[in-house]
C-alpha cells in the first residue's frame, strides 16, 4: 500500500492494487490496512478481494501487468510460482526461502523500503523489455519446480542413502 501510494505521488498511473488472500476482516492487520488505504485517500485505486479459488486467481494474474509478493516469511513462496505460470513479472522481498525461489527471475526488495518498491513498480510499467525478460527467467525457473523432477530428485537422496547405509554395514 505504502509502495503503491508513493508511486502515485509520482506519477498518476491509472492502475489498480488488487489484494487476494484469506483475509478476516476482525484481523488486526486487515483492520490497520482499510484504516490506512482511507488515510492515505487511494480505497478507489485498491481492491481487496480476499480468497480467490485457483481458477479465478490464473484469470486474475494472467491479466495482472505486475505480481508484488510483499511476504516477511514466506515458507515456499508458491505465489511467485504461479505468477512465474501465468508469465506476469514478479517484485517479491528478500526474506525467507523467497530468494531461493525466485532466483534472478523477480526483482527482489526490502520489505521495509517503500520508496525502492514504488521505484521498481515504475520500472516495470515503464520498461517492456525488463518485464519481458523476468517473465522469459520465470518461465526458466518454473522448470526447476516441477513435481516429477522433485520427485525424482528426493528418490534419488533415499537411493543414495541407503547406498551408504549399505555400505557402512560392511
Do not use: M
Amino acid at each position: 500500500v505504502e509502495g503503491f501510494y508513493r508511486l502515485l505521488k509520482r506519477k498518476n498511473y491509472d492502475f489498480y492494487l488488487l489484494f487476494t488472500g484469506n483475509f478476516y476482516k476482525e484481523n488486526k492487520v486487515y483492520k490497520y490496512l482499510v484504516k490506512r488505504i482511507k488515510d492515505l485517500g487511494i480505497e478507489k485505486r485498491i481492491i481487496i478481494t480476499g480468497w480467490v479459488p485457483t481458477k479465478h486467481l490464473k484469470v486474475l494474474l494472467s491479466n495482472a501487468l505486475i505480481s508484488i509478493i510483499p511476504s516477511l516469511y514466506e515458507g515456499f513462496g508458491l505465489p511467485i510460482l504461479e505468477s512465474f505460470f501465468c508469465e506476469v513479472p514478479v517484485i517479491t522481498t528478500n526474506r525467507g526461502s523467497i530468494p531461493e525461489i525466485a532466483d534472478d527471475a523477480a526483482i527482489l526488495i526490502d520489505p521495509y523500503d517503500y520508496e525502492s518498491l514504488s521505484k521498481e513498480i515504475e520500472k516495470l510499467i515503464e520498461d517492456n523489455g525488463l518485464r519481458e525478460e523476468l517473465i522469459k527467467k520465470g518461465k526458466k525457473r518454473l522448470v526447476n519446480f516441477d513435481w516429477r523432477k522433485t520427485a525424482f530428485q528426493i528418490l534419488g537422496i533415499y537411493d543414495n542413502l541407503l547406498k551408504d547405509v549399505k555400505r557402512s554395514k560392511l
